[in-house]
């Protein structure tokens, strides 16, 4: 009789599939993804770290490529939710592939830790696995300047009652609370113990309530009778990204929110602000400090005379424009004549700041007051991987030549305070809204110069994404920021989502998307504080030392029972 083994039937093939590393790894990519925009089924989210928790659970890992495997799940779930980012420049798909490579890294670093925590170190999985996403979130809001979007917890974004404990732990406390709960009932389900299946859930359902509960007290704030109101317009046009050099578009872009202005300031002639994307304002002429004598960079064919000449007449005329700009939104016509109003400016301007034979080129915030006043401004201090530098591209600035980059953005060293009518405006660029320690360090240093704000303002170009969920993505940051630092938060976003949040992360006023208009409203001064602004990070760095605890001991050990392995070469390859 034959001892030879039957192959395995195709259906064995099709259910080792479904339980290898990659299919459980992909399968919550998925239900995360489905639970993020443009599908927005949020209540998914506590569902999706489900398969994940199932590779952690599990008594053995073993397989070829394992981790591998959980990268390249990982690496899907990445491109889907980022593929907003390449929409702009074939060189983009570039940058695409390349964050999301890098995110992928952090899903078998999680699975990782959380197997060393649960399997070596008895660790229950309902604390290990919150603690360990959490540390890794901020990890990832931290390296290589940071990438917040779309964690966990911004699943959540719409569940106002839930994310004010935000103001305590940051966005990572919400985080922390979705992989609690769902960690929770995972561990009760594999119990073998009936007795020992319901601590799990008593303590996902305690933390779930309490959390509620929180927000409920939250929401329950109102703004002190008598609080004087910001009167503000933001403005909102519907110009993607195109990368070529056209001077006629860029024209006809300034003149489009030129005349949505002039639109706001007719409906409303008592306005206070009004508030222009980022970029925007500069058309063709950017603003040109000169700080010493200029000489023509390397490369260019002018001599000294007629590159300061060009000089000259670029910083004249973008002068002009803010004046002219200022005048014409300041004068209407009313009873039969001209009445002059009181209306300031925050508008997203290219700033090039010449000195010697370099230059530095910022994207900047104008504060510009009624007058034609150029009275603040501030360079972004968080510029964007892929989109506003190249990574190393400082020291191979042939990189730059694969990319429709012409160089890299200079860095901002500060933050701003912008003074209008008794009202303190702290500005970010685009992508900062994203950054929570960035956005909470802007606000704690100003309040140590003794200029805390009382609003905070994002203007934004997010033409770069063309209608995609990067918006979306954006805009939760900024629902955040508003909850962490309680802070009204004004997101004025070209080709996006604009929006008047107020300090409960509660959308008063959002912008329709891909719709040129402009948002008009009243802004409450009710400035507050919060546990976050006052601690920071403190609760999520606990988080973080944990993993580090973690790693140090999976690192150890295997150091120690390097002579077992030696040993028994041909032993089982047990991953954890």
């Known amino acids: 009789m034959s001892?030879?083994?039957r192959p395995p039937s195709p259906k064995t093939h099709h259910r080792d599939w479904?339980?290898?590393?990659?299919a459980l790894t992909l399968a919550s990519g998925l239900l995360l993804y489905l639970s993020f925009p443009p599908w927005g089924l949020s209540a998914v989210v506590w569902l999706a770290p489900t398969f994940w928790l199932t590779l952690i659970r599990k008594p053995e890992l073993t397989g070829r490529w394992l981790w591998g495997q959980i990268w390249a799940g990982s690496l899907v779930h990445w491109l889907l939710v980022l593929e907003g980012?390449?929409?702009a420049h074939w060189a983009n798909n570039f940058g695409w592939l390349a964050l999301a490579g890098y995110l992928a890294v952090y899903l078998p670093l999680f699975i990782w830790l959380a197997r060393v925590a649960v399997h070596r170190l008895r660790v229950p999985l309902v604390v290990a696995a919150p603690v360990i996403w959490t540390g890794l979130e901020l990890v990832r809001a931290h390296m290589i300047t940071g990438f917040s979007m779309a964690q966990l917890g911004h699943a959540l974004v719409n569940w106002i009652a839930l994310i004010q404990i935000s103001d305590l732990f940051g966005a990572y406390g919400v985080?922390?609370?979705?992989?609690?709960?769902?960690?929770?009932f995972m561990q009760s389900l594999a119990e073998p113990k009936p007795l020992r299946r319901y601590w799990p859930i008593a303590v996902a359902v305690i933390v779930l309530a309490l959390t509620a509960a929180y927000g409920v007290v939250c929401l329950r704030h109102q703004t002190p009778a008598g609080a004087r109101s910001l009167k503000v317009a933001i403005l909102q046009g519907t110009v993607d990204k195109v990368f070529e050099f056209n001077p006629a578009r860029n024209e006809r872009t300034f003149r489009t929110y030129l005349a949505l202005a002039e639109q706001a300031r007719d409906l409303r002639p008592d306005l206070d602000l009004i508030v222009w994307p980022e970029s925007v304002f500069t058309a063709n002429t950017p603003e040109l400090i000169v700080e010493s004598e200029p000489s023509p960079p390397e490369g260019v064919p002018l001599d000294a005379a007629e590159y300061r000449r060009?000089?000259?007449?670029?910083?004249?005329?973008?002068e002009r424009k803010v004046r002219n700009t200022a005048e014409r939104i300041n004068r209407i016509w009313r009873d039969g004549k001209f009445a002059t109003l009181d209306i300031s400016q925050i508008v997203g301007c290219e700033t090039v700041v010449v000195g010697g034979t370099g230059t530095l080129d910022y994207n900047a915030t104008l504060l510009i007051d009624s007058k034609g006043n150029l009275r603040d401004r501030y360079y972004k201090m968080h510029p964007v991987m892929f989109g506003e530098y190249v990574p190393f591209g400082d020291i191979f600035p042939w990189l730059y030549r694969l990319t429709p980059l012409p160089q890299g953005l200079s860095i901002g060293k500060s933050p701003s305070s912008f003074e209008i009518k008794g009202f303190r405006i702290s500005p970010s660029v685009c992508f900062e809204s994203s950054v929570p320690h960035l956005i909470r360090g802007h606000v704690a240093e100003l309040g140590d110069q003794g200029v805390e704000p009382d609003l905070l303002v994002n203007v934004s170009d997010d033409?770069?994404?063309w209608g995609s969920a990067i918006l979306d993505f954006q805009l939760a940051g900024a629902v955040f920021r508003a909850v962490e630092l309680r802070r009204p938060f004004l997101v004025s976003a070209n080709a996006g989502i604009s929006a008047l949040i107020d300090s409960r992360g509660r959308i008063v006023q959002q912008g329709r998307r891909r719709n040129d208009?402009?948002?008009?409203?009243?802004?409450?001064?009710?400035?507050?504080?919060?546990?976050?602004?006052?601690?920071?990070?403190l609760s999520s760095g606990l988080c973080l030392a944990a993993c580090v605890a973690v790693a140090l001991y999976a690192i150890a050990a295997r150091f120690v029972t390097k002579s077992i392995y030696r040993a028994n070469p041909t032993g089982p390859n047990v991953a954890t």
Do not use: H, N
């Open 3 to 5: 001892t030879k083994r």
């Open 18 to 22: 479904l339980r290898s590393p990659f």
């Open 85 to 87: 980012i390449r929409k």
């Open 175 to 184: 985080s922390f609370v979705v992989m609690l709960v769902c960690a929770g």
């Open 310 to 318: 060009r000089i000259e007449m670029t910083r004249t005329d973008f």
């Open 463 to 465: 033409g770069w994404f």
């Open 517 to 537: 208009q402009a948002l008009l409203a009243d802004v409450p001064q009710d400035r507050q504080t919060s546990v976050y602004l006052r601690t920071g990070d």
